[in-house]
C-alpha cells in the first residue's frame, strides 16, 4: 500500500532531523546526563517536527540500549514506536479528547506501570484544544507524575495552554524550517524516490510550505501524481494556484511605467482565466514585501524564499523603485487584500486597489516640492517617478497659537496618530502657560480626547499643561495681504519665490511676516 512521502520519510532519529537544533541539542543532553523532565511543551508552526521529534523522544528512552541519544532502531520497542503500535507509547488527539472524562481516564493510566518499555510516554496532540476542567484535573498527576511516566504536549498555539501548567514542563519552541535547508531536504527526497526537479520547481514547492516541511512535502506528493517523474515549474504554480514572478512583475513593470490600463488588463487576464482574486492579492502582498527586503538588503538574502535566480529577479524588478514607494505599495496591497476578504464584488475593489498604487506611485515629495521653487525647471509641472512621501500641501496655520499647533501636528504624524492630527489641523488653538484650549467642530472632538493626545502635547509644548477641548467653530486670524503697512512685509510677499510657492499651493494662506534684519539686531 502506498505511503506518503512525509510518512515515509519522517525522521526517526535526532540525526535525521533538518533545523530545530536548540531542540535537538538541548534533549540529547538531557538523555546523556540522564536529566529527563516529566513533562514537555512542543510549541510552534504546523509540520515543523514537533511530533516527530516526541516519538524519537519516546524511541531514545524506551529503546533495549537506552535510554540513548542514538536509538538502534532495530529492537522491538524501536519499531514499534515507528509503526505507531507500542503499547507504553499514548498518543492522544486532544482536538477529540479535550473533556474532563478523558483526561480523568489518562490520570489513571497514568497509575499503572508500563507494560514492557522503561517508560510510559504519553504524545498529546494539539494540547491547546484540552478545556480549563479538563486541564485542572490533570494538573497535579502532571506535576508530581510516577518516576515511569512522561508528558509531551504539542501544541500550534502555547498561549491557549494555562500559565500553572506551562509552570510544570519544560517548553521548547519549534522555528519555521530554514528555506534552503527544506529545498536541500526536497532535492534529496526526490532523489530517492528518482524524480526530475529543478532547483526552481523546489523553490516554489518550499514557498508553498511557509516553512513547513510536512506541507511542503504534501506539494511534492501532488505534484508527482500531476506531472509524473518529471516535474515543470509552470506545471506545479498551476496545480498549487501559485503565481510565478513573471506574472506578478507585470505589476511592478506598470507601476514603474504609470501604466493604469495595464492594470485593468492584469485584472481581466485573471478573472478570464478563473484565478482566485483574493489569492492574487495575497501573493502580490507577498512580492511587494520581497522587494523590499531585497531593496533593503541591498542584494540576494535568506529573509527571502526564493531562489537565487528568483532572488536576481527581485532585485531588477525593485531597482525602478526607493524603500518608500515599497513600503507604501506594500502597505496598500495589505489594505486590498483584507478588503476582498469580505467583498462582494472582488474584480471591482481589485481593479480599484490596483489603480490606487499607480496613483501613489505618481505623488510627489514635499522636498521636490519645495526645491521646485528655485525656479530651475518647470519639473513641478510633469508627472513625477515614484518618490519617497506624498505631497500633503497643508492650510497654512492660519488659526491662532500656529506654531505650536504646526509642531504638535509634526508630532502626531510622526507618532502614526493620523486622525488626531487632522483634528489639531481643524481646531483653533488658544496657548497659556498652564492650559493648552482647542476649539473643534463636534465631528473632530472624540479624536482630541484620545489618551494618546494629551502627553504628546505636553511633549511638544515642553511643559506641564493641562488640556481643554471645547466645541466649537474655529476662528481664523487674519490673512496678512501685500498692502500692509510694512513695507518689508510688502516686499516679502512680493517675491517671485514666495509667488510661486502660492501658486503651486492655492489654497496657502500666509499669516506673519517677519523682518529678520530688525530680528537679529
Same mark, same amino acid.
Given at each position: 500500500?502506498?505511503? %506518503?512521502?512525509?510518512?515515509?520519510?519522517?525522521?526517526?532519529?535526532?540525526?535525521? /532531523?533538518?533545523s530545530?537544533?536548540?531542540?535537538?541539542?538541548?534533549?540529547?543532553?538531557?538523555? &546523556?546526563?540522564?536529566?529527563?523532565?516529566?513533562?514537555?511543551?512542543?510549541?510552534?508552526?504546523?509540520?515543523?517536527?514537533?511530533?516527530?521529534?516526541?516519538?524519537?523522544? &519516546?524511541?531514545?528512552?524506551?529503546?533495549?540500549?537506552?535510554?540513548?541519544?542514538?536509538?538502534?532502531g532495530?529492537?522491538?520497542?524501536?519499531?514499534?514506536?515507528?509503526?505507531?503500535?507500542?503499547?507504553?507509547?499514548?498518543e492522544?488527539?486532544?482536538?477529540?479528547?479535550?473533556?474532563?472524562?478523558?483526561?480523568?481516564?489518562?490520570?489513571?493510566?497514568?497509575?499503572?506501570?508500563?507494560?514492557?518499555?522503561?517508560?510510559? %510516554?504519553?504524545? %498529546?496532540?494539539?494540547?491547546?484544544?484540552?478545556?480549563s476542567? =479538563?486541564?485542572?484535573?490533570?494538573?497535579? +498527576?502532571?506535576?508530581?507524575p510516577p518516576?515511569?511516566?512522561?508528558?509531551?504536549?504539542?501544541?500550534?498555539?502555547?498561549?491557549?495552554?494555562?500559565? +500553572? !501548567?506551562?509552570?510544570?514542563?519544560?517548553?521548547?519552541?519549534?522555528?519555521?524550517?530554514?528555506?534552503?535547508? #527544506?529545498?536541500?531536504?526536497?532535492?534529496?527526497?526526490?532523489?530517492?524516490? *528518482? !524524480?526530475?526537479?529543478? &532547483?526552481?520547481?523546489?523553490?516554489? /514547492?518550499?514557498?508553498?510550505?511557509?516553512?513547513?516541511?510536512?506541507?511542503s512535502?504534501?506539494?511534492?506528493?501532488? @505534484?508527482?501524481?500531476?506531472?509524473? +517523474?518529471?516535474?515543470? =515549474? *509552470?506545471?506545479?504554480?498551476?496545480?498549487?494556484?501559485?503565481?510565478?514572478?513573471?506574472?506578478?512583475?507585470?505589476?511592478?513593470?506598470?507601476?514603474?511605467?504609470?501604466?493604469?490600463? $495595464?492594470?485593468?488588463?492584469?485584472?481581466?487576464?485573471?478573472?478570464?482565466? *478563473?484565478?482566485?482574486?483574493?489569492?492574487?492579492?495575497?501573493?502580490?502582498?507577498?512580492?511587494?514585501?520581497?522587494?523590499?527586503?531585497?531593496?533593503?538588503?541591498?542584494?540576494?538574502?535568506?529573509?527571502?524564499?526564493?531562489?537565487?535566480?528568483?532572488?536576481?529577479?527581485?532585485?531588477?524588478?525593485?531597482?525602478?523603485? +526607493?524603500?518608500?514607494? /515599497?513600503? $507604501?505599495?506594500?502597505?496598500?496591497?495589505?489594505?486590498?487584500?483584507r478588503?476582498?476578504?469580505?467583498?462582494?464584488?472582488? $474584480?471591482?475593489?481589485?481593479?480599484? *486597489?490596483?489603480?490606487r498604487?499607480?496613483?501613489?506611485?505618481? #505623488?510627489?515629495s514635499?522636498?521636490?516640492?519645495?526645491?521646485?521653487?528655485?525656479?530651475?525647471?518647470?519639473?513641478?509641472?510633469?508627472p513625477?517617478?515614484?518618490?519617497?512621501?506624498?505631497? =500633503?500641501?497643508?492650510?497654512?496655520a492660519?488659526?491662532?497659537?500656529?506654531?505650536?499647533?504646526s509642531?504638535?501636528?509634526?508630532?502626531?504624524?510622526?507618532?502614526?496618530?493620523?486622525?488626531?492630527?487632522?483634528?489639531?489641523?481643524?481646531?483653533?488653538?488658544?496657548?497659556?502657560?498652564?492650559?493648552?484650549?482647542?476649539?473643534?467642530?463636534?465631528?473632530?472632538?472624540?479624536?482630541?480626547?484620545?489618551?494618546?493626545?494629551?502627553?504628546?502635547?505636553?511633549?511638544?509644548?515642553?511643559?506641564?499643561?493641562?488640556?481643554?477641548?471645547?466645541?466649537?467653530?474655529p476662528?481664523?486670524?487674519?490673512?496678512?495681504?501685500? &498692502?500692509?503697512?510694512?513695507?518689508?512685509?510688502?516686499?516679502?510677499?512680493?517675491?517671485?519665490?514666495?509667488? $510661486?510657492?502660492?501658486?503651486?499651493?492655492?489654497?496657502?494662506?500666509?499669516? @506673519?511676516?517677519?523682518?529678520?534684519?530688525?530680528?537679529?539686531?
Amino acid at each position: 500500500m502506498y505511503q %506518503v512521502i512525509a510518512r515515509k520519510y519522517r525522521p526517526q532519529a535526532f540525526a535525521e /532531523l533538518i533545523s530545530q537544533e536548540h531542540v535537538k541539542t538541548t534533549l540529547e543532553n538531557a538523555i &546523556a546526563q540522564r536529566r529527563i523532565a516529566h513533562g514537555y511543551i512542543f510549541s510552534g508552526q504546523r509540520g515543523t517536527g514537533k511530533t516527530t521529534v516526541a516519538r524519537i523522544m &519516546a524511541r531514545c528512552l524506551n529503546c533495549e540500549q537506552g535510554p540513548t541519544a542514538s536509538p538502534c532502531g532495530k529492537c522491538a520497542s524501536c519499531t514499534e514506536i515507528a509503526a505507531g503500535s507500542a503499547m507504553d507509547v499514548i498518543e492522544i488527539d486532544a482536538a477529540s479528547n479535550r473533556g474532563i472524562n478523558e483526561m480523568r481516564e489518562l490520570r489513571e493510566s497514568v497509575r499503572f506501570r508500563p507494560s514492557r518499555d522503561r517508560y510510559k %510516554v504519553f504524545i %498529546v496532540d494539539e494540547a491547546h484544544q484540552i478545556t480549563s476542567e =479538563a486541564f485542572n484535573a490533570l494538573l497535579k +498527576t502532571l506535576e508530581e507524575p510516577p518516576e515511569w511516566v512522561v508528558f509531551i504536549l504539542c501544541t500550534t498555539e502555547s498561549h491557549k495552554i494555562p500559565s +500553572t !501548567i506551562v509552570s510544570r514542563c519544560q517548553q521548547f519552541s519549534f522555528r519555521s524550517v530554514d528555506f534552503a535547508s #527544506l529545498v536541500a531536504r526536497m532535492e534529496w527526497i526526490a532523489q530517492q524516490e *528518482g !524524480i526530475e526537479a529543478d &532547483a526552481e520547481v523546489l523553490s516554489v /514547492l518550499a514557498q508553498a510550505g511557509e516553512g513547513s516541511v510536512r506541507d511542503s512535502l504534501s506539494a511534492l506528493d501532488q @505534484a508527482i501524481a500531476c506531472c509524473g +517523474t518529471k516535474l515543470n =515549474a *509552470g506545471e506545479v504554480r498551476g496545480l498549487l494556484g501559485m503565481f510565478s514572478l513573471e506574472s506578478l512583475g507585470q505589476i511592478s513593470k506598470a507601476l514603474a511605467a504609470s501604466d493604469s490600463g $495595464r492594470m485593468l488588463e492584469v485584472v481581466e487576464e485573471l478573472d478570464a482565466n *478563473g484565478r482566485s482574486l483574493q489569492h492574487f492579492a495575497r501573493e502580490l502582498a507577498r512580492y511587494f514585501r520581497n522587494l523590499l527586503v531585497v531593496k533593503i538588503a541591498g542584494g540576494p538574502t535568506r529573509l527571502v524564499a526564493a531562489s537565487p535566480a528568483e532572488q536576481q529577479g527581485l532585485i531588477e524588478s525593485a531597482a525602478p523603485f +526607493t524603500e518608500e514607494d /515599497l513600503t $507604501r505599495y506594500l502597505q496598500l496591497t495589505l489594505d486590498l487584500f483584507r478588503d476582498l476578504q469580505n467583498s462582494l464584488q472582488p $474584480r471591482l475593489h481589485l481593479e480599484i *486597489g490596483l489603480l490606487r498604487l499607480v496613483q501613489a506611485g505618481k #505623488l510627489q515629495s514635499i522636498e521636490e516640492a519645495l526645491a521646485g521653487l528655485s525656479g530651475a525647471s518647470p519639473a513641478a509641472s510633469k508627472p513625477m517617478p515614484p518618490r519617497a512621501a506624498p505631497v =500633503a500641501p497643508p492650510k497654512a496655520a492660519a488659526l491662532s497659537g500656529g506654531d505650536l499647533r504646526s509642531r504638535l501636528h509634526a508630532a502626531l504624524i510622526e507618532a502614526k496618530l493620523t486622525h488626531v492630527a487632522d483634528a489639531v489641523e481643524h481646531s483653533a488653538l488658544a496657548e497659556s502657560d498652564a492650559e493648552l484650549v482647542f476649539t473643534t467642530p463636534k465631528m473632530y472632538q472624540m479624536f482630541l480626547k484620545q489618551p494618546e493626545f494629551e502627553p504628546v502635547a505636553r511633549r511638544v509644548a515642553g511643559r506641564p499643561v493641562r488640556v481643554t477641548v471645547k466645541i466649537g467653530e474655529p476662528v481664523e486670524a487674519p490673512v496678512a495681504a501685500p &498692502a500692509r503697512e510694512d513695507e518689508a512685509a510688502g516686499r516679502a510677499l512680493s517675491h517671485p519665490e514666495v509667488k $510661486r510657492f502660492q501658486k503651486m499651493f492655492p489654497d496657502s494662506q500666509v499669516r @506673519a511676516v517677519r523682518n529678520l534684519k530688525e530680528t537679529q539686531s
